[in-house]
T-cell receptor, first 116, second 109 residues
Framework: GAGVSQSPRYKVAKRGQDVALRCDPI?????LFWYQQALGQGPEFLTY????????KSGLPSDRFFAERPEGSVSTLKIQRTQQEDSAVYLC??????????????FGSGTQLSVL | GENVEQHPSTLSVQEGDSAVIKCTYS??????FPWYKQELGKRPQLIID?????GEKKDQRIAVTLNKTAKHFSLHITETQPEDSAVYFC????????FGKGNQVVVIP
């Protein structure tokens, strides 16, 4: 595709509800990243995939957060039993480079999650 | 792990003036130095990057300079315009994935 696509653009959830956020990376991009960005803060790293392998999930804040990329393209970030502190913009990024994955990240527009 | 600091945290400049923001890092093995720009309500975008074998790179009104000895690299914006108002993030290092808090640049018309 032309760019990284994320859906939905906005999501309102009731506390305790499960949500699933989708990311379509640029076609052929090997690396995929999820970030969480709270209002007025920089993006916080959550997890990173190289193809279908989840190589780093050190940033996931709790076991309520789960990410997958089963076929090495589309990725889903799932948050179970959402809490108010989960309210943030969730950004997905992809990159072509395999050897040094943090090079030239292309970001999606993000999903703004509001937990009421 | 890599220790990164950005200065100043907020910079206000008059339109047309130059802006310089600096990023210091601790890992001497770092060889890749990008700057990302995030306008309010928009996604971060890579605006310029440099490798350790190059001291300076320019792209129109923006430039990045690298001082490996002092372990810092800077973003220079000349002839600033209102659309340069944004938060700028440096993400130095070979495998660094953290963005930090960034530098807020405000261009005053």
């Amino acid at each position: 595709g032309a760019g990284v696509s994320q859906s939905p653009r906005y999501k309102v959830a009731k506390r305790g509800q499960d949500v699933a956020l989708r990311c379509d990376p640029i076609s052929g991009h090997v690396s995929l990243f999820w970030y969480q960005q709270a209002l007025g803060q920089g993006p916080e790293f959550l997890t990173y995939f190289q193809n279908e392998a989840q190589l780093d999930k050190s940033g996931l804040p709790s076991d309520r957060f789960f990410a997958e990329r089963p076929e090495g393209s589309v990725s889903t970030l799932k948050i179970q039993r959402t809490q108010q502190e989960d309210s943030a913009v969730y950004l997905c990024a992809s990159s072509l480079v395999r050897a040094q994955p943090n090079e030239k990240l292309f970001f999606g527009s993000g999903t703004q999650l509001s937990v009421l | 792990g890599e220790n990164v600091e950005q200065h100043p945290s907020t910079l206000s400049v008059q339109e047309g003036d130059s802006a310089v923001i600096k990023c210091t890092y601790s890992d001497s093995a770092s060889n890749y130095f990008p700057w990302y720009k995030q306008e309010l309500g928009k996604r971060p975008q890579l605006i310029i990057d440099i490798r350790s074998n190059v001291g300076e790179k320019k792209d129109q009104r923006i430039a990045v300079t690298l001082n490996k000895t002092a372990k810092h690299f800077s973003l220079h914006i000349t002839e600033t315009q209102p659309e340069d108002s944004a938060v700028y993030f440096c993400v130095p290092g070979n495998n660094r994935l953290a963005f930090g808090k960034g530098n807020q640049v405000v261009v005053i018309p």
